[in-house]
């Protein structure tokens, strides 16, 4: 089954023919693979490794560096990643350079208009299956640089650690509440193997490793920009810890002594609870005898009844009304 995206590309077919074409962006199928006999070349860059792990001949990365006739982007719900990712796309590009960008009406593709009309010819061709599909060329070739997308902040809870983070990385530009509340029970001895899961910039596994130099801390996600935001987010607090990209416990090797996440409930602009229960269905087996899993979770979430079927009981170690700290024990 392919997506509705790809389900209106598929309307449009001779756009493909006898061209090298480059697929980018958030594109979640193969539909790549279905068009090998029709075009030239087919290559498939992806930020996301859920996907890339899954599909063949991706390039999973932050930058990539390779020219297409035509250039094919699925558009996100992240509007600064879509920034970034056009922007590295086209610097590559010659004036001239043709592309297609689709995406779903509520993700607000209609946007695309607007950040790349000063940059070259674009127009909607096709509204279907709750999308739209534009077409542009390109006119003013651009510059991109990756040292101009880096940001950074501080908060007076990080006992003065600096976060870095590129665009689209959960909690990019400031601490948020749910991390804040779940740093606030790192109070108690932390030692052993840790395992920050879904780390974004990497803020609960640099904190440990700060508070616990001899603790050994793994920190994994499933994107591109974060793994790259944690990996400097380390570097730069001069620490050091492991940076894995894995689609939950999909890449992971060995037991912890604690497994900590404030874990992701949102897939695209939808709610989905996947990962949330591949966690915490799986924490078990990758956990030494007496070994925690704590996470992070809004309130009105149903994850304590999830816990307690596969750990027993659950404790609250902190709440705010809005959010709430569950530690369960192997």
């Given at each position: ?15 493909f023919?006898?061209?090298?074409v480059?697929?980018?962006?958030g594109?979640?199928?193969?539909f ?6 029709k ?5 498939i ?12 001949a ?12 035509l250039?094919?982007?699925y ?12 922007m ?9 350079q ?8 509520r ?5 695309v208009e607007?950040m ?9 061709i ?7 599909l534009?077409?542009?060329s ?5 510059h ?7 940001k ?30 779940l ?5 108690g001895?932390?030692?052993g ?14 904190m ?12 994994s ?16 607090n ?47 087996y990758?956990l ?6 704590r996470?992070?979770?809004n ?22 009304g ?9």
């Amino acid at each position: 089954m392919i997506s509705l995206e790809s389900q209106v590309l598929e309307r449009h077919l001779s756009f493909f023919n006898g061209k090298s074409v480059l697929f980018a962006g958030g594109i979640s199928d193969n539909f790549p693979q279905t068009l090998a006999s029709k075009c030239q070349s087919i290559q498939i860059w992806s930020c996301y490794f859920d996907y890339a792990r899954t599909q063949s001949a991706v390039n999973f990365s932050v930058e990539f560096q390779d020219q297409a006739d035509l250039i094919v982007y699925y558009w996100t719900k992240n509007k600064q990643e879509n920034h970034f990712q056009l922007m590295q796309l086209l610097a590559q590009a010659q004036e001239g350079q043709e592309m297609l960008i689709v995406g779903e009406n509520r993700c607000g593709v209609k946007s695309v208009e607007k950040m790349l009309s000063p940059l070259g010819d674009i127009a909607k061709i096709d509204s279907a299956r709750r999308c739209g599909l534009y077409h542009f060329s390109l006119k003013k070739p651009q510059h991109f640089s990756l040292s101009q997308y880096w940001k950074s902040y501080e908060s007076p809870l990080l006992n003065g650690l600096k976060i870095y983070s590129l665009p689209g990385v959960f909690s990019a530009a400031e601490l948020d509440n749910g991390t804040a509340l779940l740093l606030s029970t790192l109070t108690g001895a932390i030692k052993g193997k840790v395992l920050d899961l879904g780390c974004g910039a990497g803020v609960i596994g640099t904190m440990i490793k700060y508070l616990a130099p001899a603790s050994q801390v793994t920190m994994s996600d499933i994107h591109a920009m974060a793994l790259a935001s944690a990996q400097k987010t380390l570097t730069q607090n001069q620490l050091k810890g492991n940076i894995v990209a894995s689609d939950v416990f999909s890449h992971i090797e060995g037991k912890f002594d604690l497994i900590i996440s404030n874990p992701p409930f949102h897939d695209g602009i939808d709610t989905a609870y996947r990962a949330v229960q591949d966690l915490i269905t799986q924490a078990k087996y990758h956990l030494n005898s007496g070994g925690e899993l704590r996470i992070v979770a809004n309130a009105f979430l149903p994850y304590p009844d999830l816990l307690t079927q596969h750990f027993g009981e659950v404790n609250v170690l902190a709440k705010n009304g809005k959010f709430n700290v569950y530690s369960v024990k192997n």
